[in-house]
């Protein structure tokens, strides 16, 4: 697996707040490998997971999943591709409000045309694995913070995603919640394979990447090592 972005322009907004929020980006992540994106705020960080994974078509450039281009594709495809290929973990956790953590994951699944039924057993691992085996039955609002976040977490990892994308995962936590999230997210790539960027600031979380990826503010990133 690997996604590779090739000279990936993006302007948002219109007229007197028109922006461009990349300019020329190439570069490309690997399997199994958690790469951590940095820069200042403004820098492209978002823009840049969103093309990623399907959300928004650049102006101009390749998003190659795989050796697709999903900057190609038509618009129903995109969508198919962000369902089936792409997990995607944002701060608040983006759950369904009323759904019990396992009713995510198997809510989910439905929308992907998974039959629920078949995937009770897995839903109540994976949540096991992020560490809420006691929480199954809790709903958003019953659940902290970082326990939405590791819901988001299971509930990308159930589809099996090529590409898990994390956007501030550890903003509003603490300390030690952050290094358990960040443990959690590193250990989940290499035991997937898949291939994880994470927008970050967090120190905790560059300290356990692989490889941190500095955003310039409208400049072509280029890749070091952590
Ligand atoms: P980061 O995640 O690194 O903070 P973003 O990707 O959110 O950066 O934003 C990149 C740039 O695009 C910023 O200058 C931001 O102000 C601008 N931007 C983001 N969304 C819009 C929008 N809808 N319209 C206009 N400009 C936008
Ligand atoms: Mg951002």
Known sequence: MSLHLHDITV?????????????????????????????????????????????????????????????ALTDRERARARRERVGYMFQSGNLLAGLTAEEQLLAAASLAGLPPRT??????????????AHRLAHRPDQLSGGERQRVALARALLLEPELLLVDEPTAAVDRTRAEDLTTLIARTTRQYGCVTVVATHDPVVTAAADTVLDMPDHAAPAATPA
């Open 11 to 71: 302007t948002l907004g219109r007229g007197d707040s028109r922006t461009t929020a990349l300019s020329g980006v190439t570069t490309s992540f690997g399997p199994g490998v958690l790469t951590a994106l940095v820069g200042p705020s403004g820098s492209g960080k978002s823009t840049l997971l969103a093309v990623a994974g399907a959300l928004l078509r650049p102006d101009r450039g390749q998003v190659l999943l795989n050796g697709t281009d999903l900057a």
């Open 119 to 132: 995937l009770r057993a897995r839903t109540r691992e994976l949540l096991t694995e992020v560490g809420l």
